[in-house]
């Protein structure tokens, strides 16, 4: 019998990234749920899923990621991300289940200099990432050798993202200011599937014994959101003026981290996982932005 993967948050950005990936591991089943087909935040389903489907590998692509409604929708927020992600490492220790778990850089207050290391201190700025980091917590404390990959600024061909508000507003607008005191670092969320992949395949041949842990995963690169905004247009070819901005200049209900860039040797040593440019996933990902047009 094939091991199966289940996957959680099917219709997200990421789980929509794993599904496109599944004709390229015939050895596995996959099983994608979305919210109507198993609510993470209710037990009775996440009990079945695991009865049902047995799963050799749970990937947890399900999240509450509206950054600013945490704010205000606290108890939403911290159900998802974080009482339910205990509750997944819970069954998964019984189940013996390879839990992979993403988390994000948010859990960092944005005050450090150098790349974030995975045990560096955390200090969530906002509600979002407090729940996040709480998830992370609750999961190592239930299920000890669970995998929690933390990335940052998220984007794809799929939901909404930075990269398709701008290539929208950039089509509308001659110019645009975006904030340029901030910087971290892009994730295609197809690389993030990838890099996710390739944990579940070496671990899975044996070619690489699974460690549990905090793990960094993004595109390499440090750049702010201006720049981000600016290799946007170029990419694109379009031609609105981007003008850079502090984050004083635009407010928002959650603060964020001013700098957020993660160390990303870890997930490189143990697991061998590739780290792509992010210019050139910004290229691959416009590209079939515009071939499905
Ligand atoms: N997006 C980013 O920039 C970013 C940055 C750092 C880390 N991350 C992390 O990366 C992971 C993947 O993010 P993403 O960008 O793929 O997020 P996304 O596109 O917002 O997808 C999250 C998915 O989770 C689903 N979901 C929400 N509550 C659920 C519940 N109770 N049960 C089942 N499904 C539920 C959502 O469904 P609905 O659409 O029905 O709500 C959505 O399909 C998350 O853990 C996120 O915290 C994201």
Known sequence: MKPTILVTGGNGQLGFELARLETAFPQFTFVFTDRTTLNIASKDDVLKAFEQYQPAYFVNCAAYTAVDKAETEREAA??????????????????????????????????????????????????YGQTKWEGEQLALKACSNSIIIRTSWVYSEHGNNFVKTMLRLMGQRPELNV???????????????????????????????????????????????????????????????????????????????????????????????????????????INRLNASL
């Not at 295609?188 to 390739?198: K, V």
């Not at 003008?243 to 997930?267: E, F, G, N």
Request: charged residues 15%; contains cysteine; aromatic residues 10%.
């Open 78 to 127: 911290a159900s998802i991300n974080a009482d339910a992600v205990g509750i997944i490492a819970t069954y998964c220790q019984q189940h013996r289940t390879q839990l992979i778990h993403v988390s994000t850089d948010y859990v960092f207050n944005g005050k450090g200099t150098s790349p974030y290391l995975p045990d560096d201190p955390t200090a969530p700025l906002n509600y």
């Open 179 to 285: 904030v340029s005191d901030q910087v971290g670092c892009p994730t295609y969320a197809r690389d993030l599937a990838a890099a996710i992949m390739h944990i579940i395949t070496v671990t899975h041949s044996g070619e690489t014994l699974t460690q549990g842990g905090i793990y960094h995963y993004s595109n390499s690169g440090v750049i702010s959101w201006y720049d981000f905004a600016v290799g946007i247009r170029n990419i694109a070819g379009l031609s609105c003026q981007v003008h850079p901005i502090p984050s004083s200049a635009y407010p928002t209900p959650a603060a964020r981290p001013s700098y957020s860039v993660m160390d990303l040797k870890k997930i490189q040593d143990v697991y061998g996982v590739p780290v792509v440019p992010w210019e050139n996933s910004l290229k691959e990902c």
